[in-house]
């Protein structure tokens, strides 16, 4: 167990829908990763925040938007959904900005179908 | 992009025999990371090098590195099948200020037959 916590583990959902996915960091670590995980693009970096901050944005499309709460928790919101956004929602936390030899803790991930 | 990418992409051996997977990058690093994914599961950190390190051990895994090849070599000895999973390296690289971006490749499928 990693001590990052997302919720929901499985969801369908109808394309056009949107959906919020929640993950709580591992206690005391201040920076929340999102990656997509699917078999054609595999694991691509989505957004990182610091501390309530955006820190870095990777391969994250206008559909989709993430925030970090004062208690650090973080919600990923993807929108108008579409067949293609079926995938491994992943999200990962660290102590620091990920700085070199901050090891980064993933969790289980959320399953996201879309039909 | 991906930045490292592994070779190969799937391995199938006998418990007991040694796996060797190898990945490869395209930009300067500050340090290289192989992680571990079960099926479905979340990806677990296995071991860090630095890029001014060139071997490291951690239990039955050895990982090289070879800054001037932009390359780098995972070794399981004496694999076991729980040791069954796919095996991703990630570079990490300063992304700005004291910011820096992991990256992972596509992985290698692992599997190891009882």
């Known amino acids: 167990d990693s001590g990052v916590t997302q919720t929901p583990k499985h969801l369908i959902t109808a394309t056009g829908q949107r959906v919020t996915l929640r993950c709580s960091p591992r206690?005391?670590?201040?920076?929340v990763y999102w990656y997509q995980q699917s078999l054609d693009q595999g694991l691509q970096f989505l957004i990182q925040?610091?501390?309530?901050?955006?820190?870095a944005k990777g391969n994250i499309l206008e559909r989709f938007s993430a925030q970090q709460f004062p208690d650090l928790h973080s919600e990923l919101n993807l929108s108008s959904l579409e067949l293609g956004d079926s995938a491994l929602y992943f999200c990962?936390?660290?102590?620091?900005?990920?700085?070199?030899?901050?090891?980064?803790?993933f969790g289980e991930g959320s399953w996201l179908t879309v039909v | 992009s991906q930045q490292g990418e592994e070779d190969p992409q799937a391995l199938s051996i006998q418990e007991g025999e040694n796996a060797t997977m190898n990945c490869s990058y395209k930009?300067?690093?500050?340090?290289l990371q192989w992680y571990r994914q079960n099926s479905g599961r979340g990806l677990v950190h296995l071991i860090l090098?630095?890029?001014?390190?060139r071997e490291k051990h951690s239990g039955r895994l050895r990982v090289t590195l070879d800054t001037s090849k932009k390359s780098s070599s995972l070794l399981i000895t004496a694999s076991r099948a729980a040791d069954t999973a796919s095996y991703f390296c990630?570079?990490?690289?300063?992304?700005?200020?004291?910011?820096?971006?992991?990256?992972f490749g596509k992985g290698t499928l692992l599997t190891v037959n009882p």
């Open positions: 925040y610091y501390n309530g901050e955006e820190r």
């Open positions: 990630a570079t990490a690289r300063n992304s700005g200020g004291s910011n820096y971006k992991l990256t």
């Open positions: 206690s005391g670590d201040l920076s």
């Open positions: 930009t300067s690093i500050n340090n």
């Open positions: 090098i630095r890029s001014n390190e």
């Open positions: 990962a936390s660290s102590r620091g900005l990920g700085t070199p030899g901050n090891t980064i803790y």
